[in-house]
């Protein structure tokens, strides 16, 4: 195995900045192993990249249920005898006031953002010590370096994200690397779930300058792709002439 030869877990993978990430790092060189709930769209790129040549499969994936979480590393590291990376990328984006007390949807949030993450954590550390080795990538937003109306509850959840990601680098530095990915706005799905009419608004006008999927993709390549003495530990990726 090489620097540009690892088994990477990417959550998140049917679209966005997951399945980005998953196609750029296909392109690298790197044996992949994708989750996320819509199998359909999991299969679908699954058979694309393995057309093309790279190593590839998948698993549909909860990230909001630790034992399907635990399943999928084990089931990676089955397949391929190892784990080198997860990518925890999985995440909504349910905006709106909390005078509109959508307290369904500040729990999938947190379920989903926070918990998806310390899911994912919790399966591939002990894998990673094992091994002697790891690297922890967690995708978050620059809502984890401040907070705008509607987003009180989102920008909680990548606070958290945030902060989850500083402990575990401070207790893991001697094996296991740990990267802070924070896109600013980004071309991906996660406005589409936002069911508040005025915060639905108020994003297509925030989203009217945005990064590319593939950009956040190629932070996350960068990050992977460092010598392991080098441990790349906050990116923050914002588009040119946006205001976040």
Request: proline share 4%.
């Amino acid at each position: 195995m090489t620097h540009m030869d690892k088994v990477v877990l990417v959550t998140g993978a049917s679209s966005g900045i997951g399945e980005a990430t998953a196609r750029r790092l296909a392109a690298d060189g790197h044996r992949l192993f994708l989750g996320a709930r819509r199998a359909d769209r999991l299969e679908a790129l699954t058979a694309e990249l393995t057309a093309a040549g790279a190593i590839a499969a998948f698993r549909r994936l909860d990230v909001t249920d630790a034992a399907d979480v635990q399943a999928f590393v084990t089931a990676a590291r089955e397949r391929y005898g190892r784990v080198d990376v997860v990518v925890n990328n999985a995440g909504v984006m349910p905006l709106s006031p909390l005078e509109a007390l959508r307290t369904d949807e500040w729990d999938r949030m947190i379920d989903v953002n926070v918990r998806g993450v310390l899911h994912g954590i919790a399966a591939a550390l002990p894998v990673m010590r094992a091994q002697g080795g790891g690297h922890v990538v967690n995708i978050a937003s620059v809502g984890a370096y401040e907070v705008s109306p509607t987003a009180a509850v989102y920008c909680a959840t990548k606070f958290a994200v945030r902060a989850i990601s500083e402990g575990l680098r401070q207790e893991s530095a001697a094996d296991v690397r740990v990267t802070l990915v924070s896109p600013g706005v980004t071309e991906s799905e996660l406005a589409d779930g936002i069911s508040d009419p005025a915060a639905r608004e108020a994003m297509r006008t925030y989203r009217a300058v945005a990064l590319p999927a593939s950009a956040v993709a190629a932070a996350v390549a960068y990050a992977i792709s460092q010598p392991a003495e080098v441990d790349v530990n906050e990116v923050v990726v914002r588009p040119r002439g946006g205001a976040r």
